[in-house]
């Protein structure tokens, strides 16, 4: 069975339109998020043009600072105390990655945790390790709805995730294992990475190389997350896992497009739609 992320993110946008309607309704100021980007890379404009778009989809507001390659770190680092400081801003999102002369952590641990909406604010990534309530990650967020709305039971099975970003795997591990899950992590030193996956109940793989995973790496009826977003060398869009080879295999799968790429800008929202309403009960 296949698990198309597309339409579950179409479902929680619907909830978040309707809540937005009845916050415009109410004569209130509307959730505003705002997306810093620095430099032309194409991936990261596209990236920050979907975040727009579904902002105005769902009757966010929204605001883009697009910076010039040659920014230096000083000036952005204003421009994110600006943003913390501008009460009509609810959620920051520092587009990544940044050019090299700029430390990105640095910039990070300048956000708001409060308008974390990225969750990697190192008060909000201690909050994910101690089980306590702040902003998650968008992808391992949209991960975990997708298991969830898959109805895949978590606690005390063996879930293999390949990849241990700071974006992504880490956090998603982290994730898992708050659910109970047994969680094994691999990474680029693993050996015999495919007999470590083949005894996965369920794989999350996030590793950024085309369609690595083959049917070898997977035991039968495993649930399959592929968050890679890769162009083959058919030019085409694809994942990390072989998607004809390994479906056929196991019980449930996510394809690439459709599956976790939609959750991500749709996690975002609820994380920007959270930071809205905790700054609202706060005011
Ligand atoms: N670049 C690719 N994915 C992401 C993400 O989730 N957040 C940010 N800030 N940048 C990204």
């Given at each position: 069975?296949?698990?198309?992320?597309?339409?579950?993110a179409?479902?929680i946008?619907?909830?978040?339109k309707?809540?937005v309607d009845?916050?415009?309704a109410?004569?209130?100021r509307?959730?505003?998020?705002c997306?810093?980007?620095?430099?032309?890379?194409?991936?990261?404009?596209?990236?920050?043009k979907?975040k727009?778009?579904?902002?105005a989809?769902?009757?966010?507001?929204?605001?883009m600072?697009?910076?010039?390659n040659?920014t230096?770190e000083?000036?952005?680092?204003n421009?994110v105390?600006?943003?913390?400081?501008?009460e009509?801003i609810?959620?920051?999102?520092?587009?990544?990655?940044?050019?090299?002369?700029?430390?990105?952590?640095?910039?990070?641990?300048?956000?708001d945790?409060?308008?974390?909406?990225?969750g990697?604010?190192?008060?909000n990534?201690?909050?994910l390790y101690?089980?306590?309530d702040?902003?998650v990650?968008c992808t391992?967020?949209g991960?975990?709805?997708?298991?969830?709305e898959a109805?895949?039971?978590?606690a005390?099975k063996?879930?293999?995730?390949?990849g241990?970003?700071?974006?992504?795997?880490?956090p998603?591990?982290?994730l898992?294992l708050?659910?109970n899950?047994?969680v094994?992590?691999?990474?680029?030193?693993?050996?015999?990475?495919?007999?470590?996956t083949?005894?996965?109940d369920?794989l999350v793989?996030?590793?950024?190389k085309?369609?690595?995973i083959t049917?070898?790496?997977?035991?039968?009826?495993?649930?399959?997350?592929?968050?890679g977003?890769?162009?083959?060398?058919?030019?085409?869009?694809?994942g990390?896992?072989?998607?004809?080879?390994v479906?056929?295999?196991?019980?449930?799968i996510?394809?690439v497009?459709?599956?976790?790429g939609?959750?991500?800008?749709?996690?975002?929202?609820?994380?920007t739609?959270?930071?809205?309403?905790?700054?609202m009960?706060?005011?």
């Amino acid at each position: 069975m296949i698990i198309y992320g597309n339409e579950i993110a179409a479902k929680i946008k619907e909830e978040i339109k309707a809540k937005v309607d009845d916050i415009a309704a109410q004569g209130k100021r509307k959730p505003c998020l705002c997306v810093i980007l620095v430099g032309d890379d194409p991936a990261s404009i596209s990236y920050v043009k979907g975040k727009e778009k579904a902002c105005a989809q769902i009757g966010f507001a929204s605001k883009m600072i697009a910076l010039p390659n040659d920014t230096k770190e000083e000036e952005l680092l204003n421009i994110v105390h600006a943003c913390n400081e501008d009460e009509s801003i609810d959620g920051i999102l520092v587009q990544l990655p940044l050019p090299k002369h700029i430390n990105a952590q640095n910039i990070i641990a300048n956000i708001d945790p409060k308008k974390d909406v990225d969750g990697l604010h190192p008060v909000n990534v201690a909050k994910l390790y101690q089980s306590r309530d702040g902003f998650v990650p968008c992808t391992p967020q949209g991960v975990m709805q997708i298991l969830k709305e898959a109805k895949v039971s978590l606690a005390g099975k063996h879930v293999v995730v390949v990849g241990r970003s700071h974006l992504v795997g880490s956090p998603v591990a982290r994730l898992l294992l708050n659910e109970n899950a047994t969680v094994t992590m691999c990474h680029s030193y693993t050996q015999d990475l495919s007999k470590i996956t083949a005894m996965a109940d369920i794989l999350v793989v996030c590793v950024g190389k085309p369609r690595m995973i083959t049917a070898e790496y997977v035991k039968d009826g495993a649930v399959v997350i592929d968050v890679g977003v890769n162009r083959g060398e058919d030019g085409k869009l694809c994942g990390d896992v072989d998607f004809a080879n390994v479906s056929e295999k196991c019980s449930l799968i996510t394809p690439v497009p459709k599956g976790v790429g939609p959750m991500t800008i749709c996690m975002l929202l609820v994380n920007t739609l959270k930071a809205y309403e905790g700054r609202m009960n706060n005011a």
